[in-house]
């Protein structure tokens, strides 16, 4: 008994140390020497008495939520206007863009062009922060590529292009011995521009320290891509907060993929054909077709919208604002018709009224024709009378 309270007592002495009183400590401390000196089980001391006065005075244990004050936590840290928020698509169990297949773990929708697309598990096994600089690095170049390829065929001089077709030099159609060493020198300084910013630092610059606050909820490293460059200002075009920047680099990545998309069409095209890709293309001439399917397409999206669910893959539906404007169109047209039918009225009366002015000058100079010939035969025939 004696050894079981000098090993029980100080362990509940300790634990007890950070919730209670001070003399609630003082009263345990002295059980526990109570204990240690008592000689026999017939010791005088009563073990019970420092515990009777415990039971009394019960311990008071510390609230430690009570310090925890959310008044303390910033806001802004929860305000996706001030930082980017992670896991937009933490609900969803599929994947956005690819909806038989599980949403990829790391890609929850954070980052800007975050859809969900990884078929090949890459993300899982490679830097996500080195994909997205490699990303948006090759996008750049496609978009530079896709407007400067056909403008090249359309524009350039003969000598500049491969070929007997005045094709774009590419490492499909070939080169020339001259536009060999153009294209030589242009992907030599690219490479030296490539190789002075792969390791560079982004968190120093007036952008970088801007894109290292907007994801401080994500990570530390900023924004992929970051070559502090806006010489123009429009980086703040879609608003000056955190998901204004991160809308417009879902805009560039999104651009930028179809360009990749544009670029590997073109250069598979004239490899495969050996003709130019502007040639016999709407795209590149003038013509009334493509203004009309750009507006068709624009008018299309102002009443309807395209749309994929867990049950169908392709769904056109009209969407409320497209209620709205079929309803205002409606309206227009049966103002503007009646409006037609009431000046078609008074136009028919209207040229009625000048057909009958008309009618009546017209008899009225017939009659006066008349009169005239009458009196010339008259004048004529008076010798012979």
């Not at 001439?285 to 867990?310: S, T």
Request: glycine share 8%; charged share 20%; net charge negative.
């Amino acid at each position: 008994m004696k050894l079981s309270l000098s090993i029980i007592l100080p362990l509940l002495a300790n634990q007890a140390c950070a919730f209670s009183q001070n003399r609630y400590l003082s009263a345990l401390n002295s059980a526990v020497v109570s204990a240690e000196t008592a000689s026999d089980e017939s010791a005088a001391v009563p073990v019970s008495t420092p515990v009777a006065a415990s039971e009394e005075q019960e311990p008071v244990l510390m609230d430690v939520t009570k310090d925890f004050q959310e008044d303390a936590i910033d806001p802004k840290i929860l305000d996706p206007k001030y930082r980017v928020q992670p896991g937009r698509y933490n609900d969803r169990e599929m994947s956005i863009s690819v909806p038989f297949l599980k949403r990829p773990s790391k890609l929850d929708g954070t980052h800007a062009g975050d859809v969900g697309f990884d078929p090949l598990g890459l993300s899982e096994t490679n830097d996500l922060y080195v994909m997205m600089e490699a990303e948006i690095r090759h996008a750049r170049l496609a978009m530079l590529a896709v407007v400067g390829w056909p403008l090249s065929e359309l524009n350039a001089p003969s000598w500049m292009l491969h070929g007997k077709t005045h094709l774009a030099p590419s490492v499909l159609n070939g080169f020339d011995p001259l536009n060999f060493i153009g294209f030589a020198a242009v992907f030599g300084a690219l490479g030296y521009f490539e190789f002075q910013t792969a390791f560079r630092r982004v968190d120093n610059t007036p952008m970088g320290k801007i894109h290292t606050e907007d994801m401080a909820n994500v990570w530390k490293y900023g924004v992929p891509g970051d070559y502090n460059f806006d010489p123009l200002n429009l980086y703040s075009c879609l608003g000056d907060t955190a998901d204004g920047r991160k809308a417009l680099r879902e805009a560039e990545i999104a651009h930028g993929r179809a360009a990749m998309l544009g670029i590997t069409y073109f250069a598979l095209w004239e490899a495969v054909s050996g003709h130019p890709i502007v040639e016999n293309s709407m795209f590149f001439h003038p013509n009334a077709v493509l203004p009309l399917l750009g507006f068709a397409y624009l008018a299309f999206g102002q009443f309807y919208e395209i749309e994929a669910d867990d049950q169908y893959l392709f769904q056109v539906r009209q969407t409320s604002e497209g209620k709205v404007n079929a309803s205002r169109l409606k309206n227009l047209i049966a103002a503007t018709s009646g409006e037609a039918q009431e000046n078609g009225a008074k136009a028919a009366e209207v040229a009625g009224d000048v057909a009958n002015i008309l009618g009546y000058t017209g008899k009225e100079m017939g009659v006066a024709y008349e009169k005239a010939l009458n009196a010339y035969e008259k004048f004529s025939m008076r010798n012979y009378e």
